[in-house]
């Protein structure tokens, strides 16, 4: 989770606690750090990781026949027959599907599924989400490819309703370990015959999503974030949720609007739960942010999920 790293200027809070006091030949009273153990970045990580498994929904059906899978939350995913290659060659008999589906902030924060999306000039901008989708298949543990692509078909009140401007993306992990979404020249519909629903032809496994970009006005400025001594880019994230968008999640990836109210959501682990801590601001210029290790607070996957879910 390296997010901190892209375009803020980290600012590493020296935030101690006094444990005892005597002063040196110089008159200050020096100050002895509160013992703490940050986690480890492979304990921070693996901990979205479990929280994103925890969201897997799993399927078997036979190559040939293809199969039409309804989800959890009741998005249909179409796969045709004799659609699946392994290293070139046509796959028949069972295949495992693996399904993931993100809809709220309250998810995307713990599985770090966020949406940041690059535009048609490579630039950043933040993205409201009709839906987050992971969909993978196997066969005896190998990865499967798609021949022939998929359909997807998503129900618009999961995320509030129908949003003009939707469209496709597909998401790539990049160097810093974020996840940015891609828009895409794809086949995309809005069907409102049987309830609004978003429609789309997805041509390979992996990241898809639903989404429009947030028309940010100007002027716009960095923030800057403190945090607590002994975490950093590796053991920790910070977030930006917007204030009235349930479906939307940023890292901090560059400028945001003056004036724009937000959540600021630090996260790391702590002993197999996260801790964080929220802030809402209203952006200012040069808007600063400093987290104490104090005004953090630990929850399990849960109760985070619907702590971030509840905010406004």
């Not at 196997?138 to 997807?152: A, F």
């Not at 990049?174 to 978003?198: A, H, K, M, R």
């Not at 994230?237 to 940023?250: C, F, K, P, T, W």
């Amino acid at each position: 989770m390296k997010n901190l790293r892209i375009t803020f200027t980290l600012l590493v809070a020296t935030l101690f606690l006094i444990t005892s006091c005597s002063k040196d030949d110089d008159g200050f009273e020096p100050i002895e750090e509160n013992p703490f153990t940050p986690p480890t970045a492979a304990a921070f990580k693996g901990l979205q990781d479990e929280a994103f498994n925890n969201l897997k929904q799993n399927a078997t059906f036979n190559a040939e026949d293809g199969i039409t899978f309804e989800s959890e939350a009741g998005v249909t995913l179409a796969i045709w027959a004799n659609c699946l290659t392994l290293n070139g060659d046509p796959v028949t008999g069972e295949v495992d599907l693996e399904y993931v589906e993100v809809f709220d902030r309250g998810n995307m924060l713990t599985t770090n599924a966020t949406t940041v999306g690059k535009d048609q000039s490579d630039e950043m901008g933040q993205l409201i989400s009709g839906g987050e989708f992971h969909i993978k298949a196997y066969q005896n543990g190998e990865e499967l490819t798609l021949d022939c692509g998929m359909m997807i078909s998503v129900p618009a009140d999961l995320t509030g309703g129908e949003v003009p401007g939707m469209g496709p993306f597909v998401g790539e992990i990049d160097e810093d370990d974020n996840l940015v979404w891609l828009p895409q020249n794809t086949e995309f519909w809005i069907d409102q015959q049987n309830g609004t629903s978003y429609n789309a032809f997805v041509e390979n496994f992996g990241w898809f999503n639903c989404d429009v970009f947030i028309a940010d006005p100007d002027p716009k400025t960095e923030i800057q974030i403190a945090v607590p001594q002994g975490f950093d880019n590796n053991n920790a994230s910070v977030y930006l949720a917007r204030v009235g968008e349930s479906s939307s999640l940023a890292f901090l990836y560059g400028e945001f609007p003056i004036g724009l109210e937000a959540h600021i959501i630090f996260l790391s682990e702590h002993e197999g739960d996260f801790r964080y801590a929220i802030q809402t601001i209203t952006v200012e210029n040069g808007q600063q942010v400093t987290f104490t290790l104090e005004e953090t607070a630990i929850a399990t996957v849960e109760e985070l999920t619907q702590i971030i879910n509840n905010l406004p």
